[in-house]
């Protein structure tokens, strides 16, 4: 491509503030604005000089925007934006429900296809980055068994589930991996571990005033696919408290993939991630998937793809001599 990539991010919370940090660290991508559903004037971006406009500005901007980068939450905002986005631009999201990928990604693709435009889904470090490790798990190590545990870390799209219920002011999430099924995994034992036996959650809640905690409770404990497969625990906190102890964003796991290629050979591969603040490392997973959905674009590949249809080249600034010269 000729000069820049030109980028847009649609929403600005964390996530969004993280791509506006991770384009910064880049030499071939340049922030063309911010577009938000919030009144334009009450959004502070990092760099003074960034251009903070109404969504519905985005009608004019086909000429000036190569890719959009969609930092909305998966539970109701990226189900309809993706689609309704891709019908005219190139875009990237993070979309993480899991059960609910196959149905996002024929929408997506539907309204990228008829629009001649790129579309990658579900990108990210899970779905994402451990996406690919336990493809290539399975890939290389077919005899044998994948474990992916998470955390223990907050959970941006399960803090965003929880800040949808009613009676909910504030709240976060906290995925825990259960010590004993680790350790099972790391011994070799290739236990068959339920969802429930892998994992707890645990939750931080601010209540709005005159809000049922029974009620808000038991709406979250039973929330199809993010919390009803677990043993979640709830917590009710003041306000205070949740913005002293819980204002960070540590995150991180890992990928196990412990298999056979004879009877005399054992083998186990490891992907881990320890993170400090998941938005910002999530944010530049997005930003690298954004580089590649624009050089797709630009070469007539289009229509809505995942992680695992994009080569690795392509997520690099580097031309492909150099990657062969330097990293391969």
Known sequence: MAGPICVGIVGYGNLGRGVERALALTSDMRLVGVFTRRDPAAVRTL???????????????????????????????????????????????????????????????????GAGTTAVISTGWDPGLFSLQRLYGEAILP???????????????HSDAIRRVPGVAAGV?????????????????????????????????????????????????????????YDTTVRFVLAEELAREHAGAPHGGFVIRSGTTSEDAAQTMQFQLALQSNPEFTSSVLVAYARAAARLAASG?????????IAPGLLSPKSAEQLRAELL
């Open 301 to 309: 590949h289009h229509g809505a793809m995942t992680p695992f249809d």
């Open 143 to 157: 005899q044998g068994e994948t474990y992916t545990f998470w955390g223990r870390g907050l959970s941006q799209g």
């Open 47 to 113: 760099e003074a000089d960034v251009a903070v406009r109404p969504l519905s500005a985005l009608e004019g901007q086909g000429d000036q925007v190569d890719v959009l980068i969609l930092c909305g939450g998966s539970k109701s905002d990226l189900p309809e934006q993706t689609p309704a986005l891709a019908s005219r631009f190139s875009v990237v999201d993070s979309f993480d429900t899991h059960a609910r990928i196959p149905e996002h990604f024929a929408a997506v693709d539907a309204a990228a296809r």
């Open 173 to 229: 999430q906290y995925t825990i991996p259960s010590e004993e099924a680790v350790a099972r995994v790391r011994a070799g034992d290739q236990p068959q571990l339920s969802t429930r036996e892998k994992h707890t959650r645990e939750c931080f809640v601010v209540l709005d005033d005159g809000a049922d905690p029974d009620a808000v409770r038991e709406a979250i404990v039973t929330m199809p696919d993010y919390f009803e497969p």
